[in-house]
């Protein structure tokens, strides 16, 4: 295990344990509030597969919505490239802290629930980003959390995926639990279709490959 992990995995075995397979984030960041913890994703740059994919994107007159944004790198990312961006999260903790550290973003920081979504945020976005929320989500909620992620997602819109890489009946000792293609494939739900699916290098660790997935509806 990354040592960067083993924080996540003790708080996350903790709320498993006690049948809350979502309650070990606002834990987690609230003991990292305090210098008691480490955030594994907690890296000061967006995720290293948003930039090249950015690069020739324009979110002018275009709304976002990052799921499970933690402190805010995808989501000013995305601001950056003109898209008018929510983000949200499930730990209160996380958000503050993301309003914190982007004095004066122009994205709308907003604490919330993936399983238990806005019912105005249901179909309301040009694009959705899933960026390694759903496999840090135990497999029990899988099925459930990709229908959530899909239906946010606007007609005409697009889903970006990303996600680090499992192979078919790898069972893992998360958190993270990578996903599978299969699971990568099942984002094709509600009217939402394929349009590339990739295994790519990290650019700082190129051993190492994560799904990059865009849907279109």
């Known amino acids: 295990m990354d ?30 509030s ?12 967006p995720h ?3 930039p090249e994919w950015g690069r020739e994107v324009d979110g002018s007159g275009r709304s976002a919505l990052v799921v499970g ?9 995305l601001a ?5 961006t929510t983000a949200f999260d499930i730990s209160a903790t996380a958000i503050r802290e993301a ?43 899988r099925a459930e959390a990709t229908e959530r992620v899909a239906g946010m997602v606007a007609p005409g819109g697009e889903l970006l995926v990303i996600s680090g890489i499992r192979e078919e009946g790898v069972e893992v000792d998360g958190p993270p639990w990578p996903l599978t293609r299969g699971e990568i494939d ?5 009217g939402l279709r394929p349009e590339k699916i990739e295994r790519l ?15 279109t509806r």
């Open 3 to 32: 040592p960067r992990d083993a924080d996540a995995s003790r708080f996350a075995g903790e709320a498993l344990a006690n049948g809350e397979p979502t309650g070990w984030f606002e834990p987690l960041y609230a003991a990292a």
């Open 69 to 77: 944004c933690g402190y805010g790198r995808d989501a000013e990312f």
């Open 34 to 45: 305090g210098g008691q913890a480490v955030v594994p994703w907690d890296i000061p740059v």
């Open 99 to 141: 309003r914190r550290r982007h004095p004066g973003s122009d994205v709308e920081y907003v604490t919330a629930d993936l399983l238990n979504p806005p019912a105005e945020w249901i179909g309301a976005f040009d694009l959705v980003l899933e960026s390694i929320t759903v496999q840090s989500m135990p497999p029990s909620l």
């Open 186 to 190: 099942a984002f094709a739900t509600g």
């Open 80 to 84: 950056s490239l003109g898209f008018r």
């Open 48 to 50: 290293a597969l948003l």
């Open 201 to 215: 290098p990290l650019p700082a660790n190129p051993e190492t490959s994560s799904w990059r997935a865009l849907f």
